[in-house]
């Protein structure tokens, strides 16, 4: 499978190693993804494994969010519902409903998702589809760093699109494969973290991806996050200091505690630990060569 999905290319090429896994990058458009792809199977398995690890990583901070809301709701004066692809615990629908909008959400984890549904959001657990909610259509959708978990990423999209109504708007964001931090810790990058994040995509892969399936481009950013309480927290349980609770799952200790190994190891490298450890200083110079995100908001056509 050397042939890039996004924008068709055939001459992708192995980058770096990760693990088991091969890591190909299109010298086209940038876009990644690990061989061998791992099958559905496989993810099934890994997600089961995982469940709980996620919830440190689901600590990211409010401020992030509360802009990416003021946001929607600026490029989006008019809309009633909010629709949270993988809304996890549900935190980017409490700030969504604090500034007006009728939360809907959805996620395949089934405590996250009752969780969010006990703080009164409407919630389906399951994959998304464009029946959920008996085929309701949304004024605006996120996609909160989901897009790299996914097998195909374009099927995704297709069915986001079919969920938001007319003119609906939708945010994605995920990490950069071209930000300065990839680029300078390439394999360590904590974000090419096979089975859990399967494609990596760069701004102009992104593009491609989402003007493709029927989308509007209103802007495209790329974001550093300041040093975090959770990057503190993943460095100490990588250095064994401190075992989080989430991470013991029964039965899947094996795959958990890779998880958590292949999470953080990008923390062995003192040149990204350095950046992390700088990046409150350094958050808008590394914003300016490549942030470690990508922030972007469409309109459906
Ligand atoms: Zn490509």
């Given amino acids: 499978m050397n042939r890039c999905r996004m924008c068709g290319c055939s001459d992708a090429r192995n980058i770096f190693q990760v693990g088991p896994y091969s890591i190909l990058r299109c010298p086209a458009c ?78 395949i984890d089934e405590g996250r998702a009752s969780y969010a549904s006990a703080r009164g959001h409407k919630i389906h657990c399951g994959e998304v589809t464009t029946s959920i909610f008996d085929g309701r259509r949304f004024d605006c959708i996120i996609l909160n760093h989901v897009i790299e978990h996914v097998p195909d990423p374009i099927v995704l999209l297709h069915c986001l699109r079919d969920l938001l109504a007319p ?47 029927g989308f509007s481009e209103i802007a495209l950013e790329t974001t550093t996050h300041p040093l975090q309480v959770k990057h503190l927290l993943a460095f100490l349980s990588y250095l064994r200091f401190i075992k989080p609770r989430e991470y013991h799952v029964p039965g899947n200790e094996a795959i958990v505690q890779r998880f958590v190994d292949r ?30 995100h990508i922030e972007s908001y469409w309109r459906r056509v």
């Fill in 30 to 107: 940038g876009f990644g993804w690990p061989m061998p792809f791992p099958t559905v199977e496989e993810l099934s398995a890994f997600y089961t494994g995982c469940q709980h690890a996620a919830a440190v990583e689901d600590s990211v901070n409010t401020a992030e969010r509360q802009r990416v809301a003021a946001r929607m709701r600026e490029l989006a004066p008019e809309a009633c519902s909010v629709l949270d692809v993988g809304c996890g615990f549900g935190h980017y629908l409490d700030i969504a409903r604090e500034i007006g909008f009728e939360t809907y959400g959805v996620d």
């Fill in 167 to 213: 003119g609906g708007l939708l945010f994605i964001a995920c990490p950069n494969f071209a930000g300065l931090h990839a680029r300078i810790t390439k394999g360590h990058f904590h974000h090419i973290c096979p089975p859990e994040h399967i494609c990596y995509f760069t701004s102009t892969s992104l593009r491609r991806a989402v003007g493709t399936t």
């Fill in 263 to 292: 999470r953080f190891s990008s923390l062995r490298s003192p040149a990204y630990a350095a950046v992390l450890l700088l990046s409150r200083w350094l958050a808008p110079i590394v914003t300016v060569l490549g942030g470690d």
